[in-house]
């Protein structure tokens, strides 16, 4: 059976002996200096693992509406959502994906330095391009080196170009005309991923606009990685979710943080605890606050 939530670095080691169709991507980012994650993977990776770089590979090469300019591009290249990080098209990604002879028929292991903050992303697109056989691995590259993993530096050799084919979407992405038509209604509930001082408009680093969409509810993307760094446990995440919600049925939530990265973990973290899939909205705030005419609110 795939893997398709978390891997243990346990299970990844095995799944490596095993010589099954298997890419690992090594996801390591930084907002602040994003040249440092691919430094960070070329001093230290997992042997085989790929760099997977979240402004070059998982967003559309193009502005965003707000501090980043404005959405140019040809139909090919037109993005799929808005915000600082733009989804790139399906066909695009899948593109991508060929020209590093991903296949199908292959396991997707992602991972990070971050808390799985950025390989979420990677996770979640191959979810939307049709792929469910994708899994985070728990604890990161610090759980692997903990457990006394090998590590390689620098490059790894160019892997032959394969063709992914794309299928149907396995997980739901909406926009912010989706989440304006919906708002205040019962048939959906956002969650905001970012730090409550940013939620809350106390302060906004990023975007133009502080505060957050009217009736989000606040879960920073933090609270879901234990002390050991790993993701708690499915009882504990179906405990502190449902005391979130309340009434409001799961299936209803909505995810956003500032550019649809951060997001991701509380989408991971409520299909671990068996409350998933939810829908996620990509261009989140950093697109919403783009339009002066959409409602914002503070604390």
């Not at 933090?222 to 799961?250: H, V, W």
């Not at 973290?269 to 409602?295: H, K, N, V, Y």
Request: hydrophobic residues 40%; proline residues 7%.
């Amino acid at each position: 059976m795939p893997f398709t939530t978390l891997i243990s670095v346990s299970e990844l080691q095995a799944l490596m002996r095993s010589g099954q169709p298997l890419m690992v991507f090594d996801c390591s980012f930084d907002l602040a200096q994003p040249s440092l994650g691919a430094a960070q993977y070329r001093e230290a990776h997992i042997p085989g693992a790929l760099h997977a770089d979240l402004d070059k590979d998982l967003s559309a090469k193009h502005g965003a509406p707000g501090r980043g300019g404005t959405i140019t591009a040809s139909a090919a290249d037109e993005p799929a959502s808005g915000g600082r990080h733009p989804l790139p098209n399906r066909e695009r990604f899948a593109t991508w994906l060929s020209g590093i002879g991903f296949a199908n028929d292959m396991q997707a292991v992602v991972y990070d330095r971050n808390g799985a903050n950025y390989c979420g992303r990677l996770w979640w697109m191959l979810k939307w391009a049709g792929h469910d056989a994708v899994a985070v691995l728990d604890g990161g590259l610090q759980a692997w080196k903990a457990a006394g993993g090998a590590l390689a530096s620098g490059e790894e050799p160019a892997r032959f170009q394969s063709n992914f084919a794309l299928g149907a979407p396995l997980r739901r992405l909406v926009g912010a005309q989706d989440v304006l038509a919906h708002l205040g209604q019962e048939g959906q509930t956002i969650v905001d991923a970012r730090a409550t001082p940013r939620y809350l408009g106390e302060t906004e680093p990023l975007d133009p606009v502080a505060g957050h969409i009217p009736g989000a509810l606040n879960r920073p993307f933090g609270l879901n990685i234990g002390p050991d760094g790993r993701f708690k446990s499915a009882e504990q995440l179906r405990s502190e979710f449902q005391a979130l919600l309340g009434a409001r049925p799961p299936a209803t939530v909505v995810h956003q943080c500032g550019s649809g990265v951060s997001a991701i973990p509380n989408l991971l973290a409520m299909e671990i605890a068996g409350l998933g899939p939810t829908q996620l909205f990509a261009g989140s705030w950093s697109e919403w606050c783009s339009d002066p005419s959409r409602p914002v609110e503070r604390g």
